[in-house]
Nanobody
């Protein structure tokens, strides 16, 4: 299992941008598919974006419809980092954001497929 630590959350006005980072420990980071999830107050945790391992279709990505075109997931295997660039933020993007890892090549949008989770970072978008 890898250990994950998120950073980069904060308060931003609607229309602004933030970049979340997720630092991972472990020598086999490149073999993991990775994902971002979020949980808004009073709601269940939901899938945001995922990226496959580089060995799987060159690290293909997948996004939930509500963030497609605004958010970009990327990974830096050399430095064991995962990123989520968030642009055109909306108040409804306010949530705690979690990075997650699964020891598999293909991406997934199912929470149960991920075995490692970070502690979360708060993102608040003001109107």
């Amino acid at each position: 299992q890898v250990q994950l630590v998120e950073s980069g959350g904060g308060l931003v006005q609607a229309g602004g941008s933030l970049r979340l980072s997720c630092a991972a420990s472990g020598r086999t980071f490149s073999n993991y598919a990775l994902g971002w999830f979020r949980q808004a107050p009073g709601k269940e945790r939901e899938f945001i974006a995922a990226v496959a391992s580089i060995g799987w279709t060159g690290g293909s990505t997948y996004y939930t419809a509500s963030v497609k075109g605004r958010f970009t997931i990327s990974r830096d295997n050399a430095n064991n980092m995962l990123y989520l660039q968030m642009n055109s933020l909306k108040p409804e993007d306010t949530a705690v954001y979690y990075c997650a890892a699964r020891f598999a090549n293909s991406w997934s949008n199912k929470e149960s497929d991920f075995g490692s989770w970070g502690q979360g970072t708060q993102v608040t978008v003001s109107s």
